[in-house]
């Protein structure tokens, strides 16, 4: 049963909020360290708005904030170990400042005995949390400050959905918002599913005040987020899904649409019609294909074979030519073999990705794929990825190098750390694209002709036309 946290709980908190105490001569200071994905970003902009509606105000480092946080991922075992490391590193602040206060929280907090471990192994933490208590922060915090003991707070049950927290966003003009929590896919190798519980919806209507809002606000792109976006609304009362609520969303006037991420098997050709006929979802895809090998794909319980993952492929780019495809791809995985992984080296050639994420097999705890037999051995795992990133490569300077000529809109989000009349922004597949321009540019979609092609990046300069959005 999916519950709402009630507005006595959220109201509970509230009262922690109004008792949390300033020092006696500033306001308190945070600063989160956010690792993972962008589920991960978007959950460090809540705890940073719950943080501020409690007086707290951001530090720009670590070294000086009253309340340092980790909010860490455990993906894979490089990501945990990342997030440690660093977590050590701040006992030494602490041995000069004992008044700071040290959280983890996030998924490695939330894997099955790890809370235990973490604290036995770090007795300077304070504070951990997992990842469906974020909006008991005032009342942990609240408890952490007052120094009776460390407070630990990593919920088994992963059933609930929280509405209405305050968000600190970290861009004016785009902006995440989850539209489901959770994965019921169990793909053999992945732990997500294991901390992060199982598929719960947010309803439409909460998900369509909160785009109204940033419209109204000025935010010009969002990214609907998910585990697995393609089944959105399965749970819910009505008939929703994926599909039409992008037509909602669409009808809001939001000027870009993205989302992240989907998984083939949900994948329907209701979406790929909605996608065609709606100019406002930019015309990018990440669809991840994890291996091209049907034996592999059925032991990583994807529910699809390599010809369903091509007729998907097909059906976008028959619907909606333009657009661009990326993807995840896994190497390594318990007993794949040389010509098992050729068969992804074949995929990436028969799909010419945009771009792809390649990633190592990482055994995780409790997962079925790291009990499996013949794991395979690291130096073997390392030789096959720098294949696969080598062909993907040469795909990315195929697709860069198409686009030269071409005229792209260009969210323009970033002036360059290095010279300030250059501009940065993406265009709608998801390529960033540099040009000449001015202060002004930023937050605007502005036309911008593609002259040239870097690695991994397009140069371009903008088109004399009008603005679009203006
Ligand atoms: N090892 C390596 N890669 C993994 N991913 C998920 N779990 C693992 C693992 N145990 C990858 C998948 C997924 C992406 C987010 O991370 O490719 O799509
Ligand atoms: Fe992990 Fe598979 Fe769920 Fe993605 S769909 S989060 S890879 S279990």
Redesign the pocket.
Known sequence: MIQKITQAELDRQQEYVRAFPSLPDRPMTYHIVTYG?QMNVHDSEKLAGILESMGMTAAPTREEADFVLHNTCC??DNAERKALGNVTWLKEIKKVRPSLLIGVCGCMVQEEGMAEKILRQYPFIDLAFGTGNIHCLPELLYKAAERKGRVVDVPEEQSTLAEGLPVRRGSPWQAYVTIMYGCNNF?T????PHVRGRERSREAKDILRDVEELVKSGTKEIMLLGQNVNSYGKELEGDWNFARLLREVAKTGIPRIRFM?SHPKDLTDELIETIAETPSVQRHFHL?A?SGNDRILRAMNRHYDRAQYLDRVHALRKFVPDIGLTT???VGFPGETEAEFMDTMDLVEEVGYDSA?T??????VG?P?ASLPDQIPPEVSTERIERLIKAQDRHTEKCLHSLIGSVQDVLVTETSRRDETMMTGKCGRNISINFTGTKEDLGRILPVRVLSAGRTTLRGEKCLEENKDE
Not at 189 to 192: E, M
Not at 359 to 364: C, E, G, K, L, Q
């Open positions: 994905c993906i894979r793909c190798y992945c732990i997500v991420t991840p994890q995840d791809l896994i994420f990633f190592i097999y990482s055994p995780r997962t794929a």
